[in-house]
């Protein structure tokens, strides 16, 4: 069965610190991946997502980066946190494109920035 | 980025009753319409979802109406149970991604 693990759990980062959150996934091939950032009592936004492995679209312009070193690997990183980067990351995988297209989410990464 | 318009922002409703929530659409080029439950501090979880070609599909409690005309779809929870108190998210997507609403949570009261 397939899996989806991202850690920290909870992180809390001064301002200006960098950032590195990972994700991976078990038990499938050539999944597609995403980044979502879930801010208090708001939606998700997604801000990253990647077909492939160093194929990567951003959907929101900001001080964040994602990379894909390996198939099953999505990292979201930061030079610089910045106050409004707080908020819940959210890592998840699909697989196969058009209708029906299910996503699996993870647990998520409670970020702090202070 | 493209938006998809979700309401109410809460609801509160009695045990038993029927919760009831909306989304609008702007762009048509989207064939897939799917609804997410999440718990607090958990990912969002696949609930139910639908294509445009079906006006109505229904598994258990569950329940989504599309009306492409009108680019509206909602999702209808009968019987309505503590345990269904969450955050519900409509998406609509095609290819590779899905936009997300901006969440109804629903607190359900015996």
């Known amino acids: 069965s397939q899996t989806i693990h991202q850690w920290p759990a909870t992180l809390v980062q001064p301002v200006g610190s960098p950032l590195s959150l990972e994700c991976t996934v078990e038990g499938t091939s050539n999944p597609n991946l995403y980044w979502y950032r879930q801010a208090a009592g708001r939606g998700l936004q997604l801000l990253f997502y990647?077909?492939?492995?160093?194929?990567i679209s951003s959907e929101v312009p900001q001080n964040l980066s994602a990379s894909r070193p390996q198939d099953r690997q999505f990292i979201l990183s930061s030079k610089k946190l910045l106050l409004s980067d707080s908020g819940f990351y959210l890592c998840?995988?699909?697989?196969?494109?058009?209708?029906?297209?299910?996503?699996?989410f993870g647990p998520g990464t409670r970020l702090l920035v202070l | 980025q493209q938006q998809v318009k979700q309401s109410p922002q809460s609801l509160i409703v009695q045990k038993g009753g029927i919760s009831i929530i909306n989304c609008a659409y702007e762009?048509?080029?989207?064939?897939?319409f799917p609804w997410y439950q999440q718990f607090p501090g958990k990912g969002p979880a696949l609930l139910i979802a639908i294509r445009p070609d079906v006006s109505e599909k229904k598994e258990g409690r569950f329940t989504i109406s599309f009306n492409k005309s009108a680019k509206q779809f909602s999702l209808h929870i009968m019987d309505s149970q503590p345990g269904d108190s969450a955050t519900y998210f409509c998406?609509?997507?095609?290819?590779?991604?899905?936009?997300f609403g901006t969440g109804t949570r629903l607190q359900v009261f015996p």
């Open positions: 990647s077909v492939g492995i160093g194929q």
């Open positions: 998406a609509r997507g095609n290819t590779d991604k899905l936009i």
């Open positions: 762009n048509t080029a989207f064939d897939y």
């Open positions: 998840a995988w699909s697989v196969g494109t058009g209708s029906l297209e299910t996503q699996y």
